[in-house]
């Protein structure tokens, strides 16, 4: 299997190239900052790139058998499109070039999943803090499945740095209206990998938690 990671110097992404190099895949990070990646390995190619940078995604894409998307910021608290212009450009680069299978991480409480991150995030955190990055998100995932690629989103739960358990519950009615569900990025990363290897859940959005 030789995929792009997507994202791959954040927390789910770190754990995306660990776990896809573990299993002897070849393994594209892209970044817009290659000395964020950590690792080192023979199976490991980094590709400095924005996505927001059309161009740089052409000269990246070709040649994979699959983009995990676990693309993300921190640039909260105003209005932007980076998750959703940057998800566009994938999906074109992977249109022109043949790439057809797309696994983009989301979140919980997006979309038909609202309020199923429990009472703290959807009353307080989500419009307080997050409303722009989960405004974005509902954008990122309609470009996702208006795409027509062989996609999958999944959408976990608060994400933590735990171990990996090996046990998750998926499926669109994973979360909880009163408290908080959570999920490591190991699991997630885990989870995401298993999508690519068995080509499960296309066309499908599932909800992704440990407890």
């Known amino acids: 299997m030789n995929i792009i990671v997507i994202g791959a110097t954040g927390g789910t992404g770190r754990q995306i190239l ?12 892209f970044a817009r900052n290659p000395r964020r990646v950590r690792l080192t390995h023979p199976n490991l190619r980094i590709v400095q790139g924005d996505v927001l940078d059309a161009a740089a995604l ?27 212009a940057g998800t566009a450009n994938v999906v074109a680069a992977m249109q ?7 696994i983009c991480q989301s979140s919980l409480g997006v979309g038909d999943s609202f309020g199923r991150l429990g009472l703290l995030y959807t009353l307080l955190v989500v419009p307080v803090i997050l409303p722009f990055y989960f405004w974005d998100k509902a954008r990122q995932e309609a470009i996702v499945r ?11 739960g608060v994400l933590t740095d735990g ?7 998926h499926g669109p009615r994973v979360g909880n209206w009163i408290w908080s569900v959570r999920v490591s990025r190991a699991d997630v990363a885990a989870f995401l990998l ?8 296309l066309g499908e959005t599932l909800g992704l938690a440990n407890n």
């Open 146 to 156: 208006a795409s027509g690629l062989d996609w999958t989103i999944v959408r976990p």
């Open 96 to 102: 022109r070039h043949g790439v057809r299978r797309l």
């Open 58 to 84: 052409d000269r990246a894409l070709p040649g994979h058998d699959a983009v995990v998307c676990a693309l993300g910021h921190k640039r909260w608290f105003y209005p932007n499109r980076i998750l959703s």
């Open 163 to 169: 171990s990996r358990r090996g046990r998750v519950r």
């Open 18 to 29: 660990a776990q896809a190099l573990e299993r002897g895949w070849r393994v594209t990070a």
């Open 194 to 201: 298993a999508a690519v290897e068995t080509r499960g859940h």
